[in-house]
């Protein structure tokens, strides 16, 4: 399978963004999630769903403001993001895991990522 994300850009304070990452190829995807890395930082997790089922889960940081979905007939993965804030910049990746799991080590297919800059 293989993974496109799309949809960063720069945006103000308070401001929204939609990110979203398609998928092709052979599919076999049970989750998907996005993760994303600041400057300097190391990648962390955004949200993941269950392709089948699902099931979301959010890092504390985003829950309220950060919504991921599934459109599994395009095969595509969605990331809206609302009130964002300026430490939410980063390049955000897509990424595929055959388990349950919010751990980066789960997560064995990559997007390239998309960069999301918030500007305060």
């Known amino acids: 399978v293989q993974l496109q994300a799309s949809g960063g850009g720069l945006v103000q304070a308070g401001g929204s963004l939609r990110l979203s990452c398609a998928a092709s190829?052979?599919?076999?995807?049970?989750?998907m999630g996005w993760f994303r890395q600041a400057p300097g930082k190391e990648r962390e997790f955004v949200a993941t769903t269950w392709w089948r089922g699902g099931w979301t889960q959010y890092a504390d940081s985003v829950k309220g403001r950060f919504t991921i979905s599934r459109d599994n007939a395009k095969k595509m993965v969605s990331l809206q993001m609302n009130s964002l804030k300026p430490e939410d910049t980063g390049v955000y990746y897509c990424a595929e895991s055959s388990i349950w799991s919010t751990r980066e080590a789960n997560y064995k297919n990559w997007g390239q990522g998309t960069l999301v800059t918030v500007s305060s």
């Open positions: 190829g052979p599919f076999s995807i049970y989750a």
